[in-house]
Structure formats: C-alpha cells, structure tokens
C-alpha cells in the first residue's frame, strides 16, 4: 500500500502540514522608518511572527545566539563587513531575505542561506506573496528531511515527481541504483526517484531487509535462491556479490528462511 502527500490518509509522523506554527522572523534594518513599515507587514500575517528588531548586525547576532529565527530581514545598506559576519554565524535552518530600496544589485548568486532579494518599499500584497514563498519553502526542507530520515517503523519514504511517496515496509521487494537514484520495486508496481540509493538503503532495516549486492537491497522474504549466485523476486533475477555470499546465507540459517 502506498500513500501519497498530497493526499494522505496515513498522515506522516511528526510533521504537520497544515496549520503549522508561525514563522519566527527578526529584522536587521538602520532606518526605522523602512523597519517599521516591514515589521507592520510581518505583524499582518498569521504565518508569519515578529520575535524582534535590530538597528545594527551586532545587536541581532546578540539576540539570535539567545533565540534563532525561521527568517532573517537583513538590510543590505547595513555595514558589509559586520552584515557579512552575521551571515556567516547564521545555523543553516534560517532563511536569509535581504532588502534594499536599489534594484539594480541584481545578485546573481545568493549565499549563505539568502533566499529572496526584496526591493523596498513593497506593497503588503507584493509582502504576501513573499511569505507565501518562504512558508512554502520552509514546509519542503522539513519534508525533505523527514524523506531523508530512516524511517524504521512506518514505511519508506521518497520523492517522485515532486511528492512525497510512502510505502510499507511489508510490500518493498527491492532497492536497485540506478545511475542518477534508483528504483523501488513493490508487489504493486514500481518508482524511480532521483534520491541517492544510499539514503533509501538506510531506511529498510535488518534482518527484513539485506543488502546482497552494491546495487541492491532485498526483501529476504521475498527472496528465493536460484542456480549461479543470484537470488529471484518473482521474475526479477538478482545478483549476489562474492563478499555477501557468506553474508547471506549466514542470514537465511539464521532465520531459517528457506527451510523447509
């Protein structure tokens, strides 16, 4: 059985998407008067939450030792050496908007975690449809990690096509690397996904589930031995590498999975 995201009826652990807590937010700005007006926009927002506002790089590096932040409002007019210096002690969950009332910085490369270049002043619609973005942003890094986390009870989890699959243990057959991810194979059909092989490897736990050769995980009950070292799922013929023979057969007396 395998669920998806965007329509889950099996709703993953830990993460909720949908009335999820309010972006914390803090603003570096030097002219109160452009501070004020972006931090009566973060007020407006239910998705959003203004924990602060700073005058100077060193004052907000004071405050976010104390409380780190979802979201970083950093004016670009601020001194480049000290901005830089708070850039750099940032953690890498904070999301980095950097303003000014220039357009023309045209940055073409962002670093240290900055997200959005906002020019300013900005409409409160423009300044929504900003949150929108980072809102959204910050729902995907915390899928992404949860797609990442081995999962040992629930199921396997992966992207395909932008979402977020989840299938039970019970029904994966096999993990196979493909050059840029791999494939899933499950007794309802098949998913590739462009994730790393070793990351999804990680999620399928032992002794369910042995890793007979570099380029495969198996379902060990799923598994029948076959003539010249490889092992068949249904009519999959799967290959077992010299240095896991020992391995595996190890495992299949100890369990007694093929006897009898």
């Keep these: 059985m395998l669920f998806i995201c965007a329509a889950m009826s099996h709703p993953l652990p830990s993460v909720s998407l949908a009335g999820a807590r309010p972006l914390t937010c803090l603003l570096v700005h030097n002219e109160p008067q452009a501070a004020q007006a972006l ?17 100077s790089p060193d004052q907000a590096g004071a405050q976010l030792q104390a409380q780190p932040v979802d979201v970083l ?65 910050s729902k995907q890094a ?28 019970a029904s994966v057959l096999f993990l196979e690397e493909l050059p840029m991810g791999c494939r899933i194979k499950t007794v309802h059909g098949e998913f590739t996904t462009s994730q790393p092989f070793s990351v999804l490897a990680d999620q399928l736990p032992e002794p369910q589930f042995l890793r007979v050769h570099s380029s495969f995980v198996v ?33 299949a007396f100890q369990t007694n999975l093929w006897g009898g």
Excluded: K
Aim: overall charge neutral; proline content about 7%; charged content about 15%.
């Design 39 to 55: 931090a009566d926009c973060v007020r407006r927002l239910p998705s959003l939450a203004l924990v602060g506002v700073c005058t």
């Design 219 to 251: 379902a060990l009950r799923q598994a029948r031995p076959v003539a010249g070292n490889a092992l068949a799922i249904g009519d999959q013929r799967i290959p077992v590498g010299p240095a896991l023979e020992d391995e595996l057969l190890a495992r």
């Design 73 to 137: 409002f950093l004016n670009m007019e601020l001194p480049l050496l000290t901005g830089l210096a708070l850039l750099q002690s940032l953690g890498p969950a904070t999301a980095v908007v950097l303003t000014s009332p220039y357009p023309d910085y045209g940055l073409q490369d962002y670093h240290y975690g900055v997200v959005e270049y906002l020019v300013t002043p900005i409409s409160f619609s423009c300044f929504s449809l900003l949150a929108g973005r980072l809102v959204r942003r």
């Design 142 to 169: 915390h899928l992404a990690t949860l797609a990442t986390t081995p999962c040992r009870t629930d199921g396997l989890y992966f992207w395909v096509d932008a979402q977020l699959v989840q299938v039970r243990l």
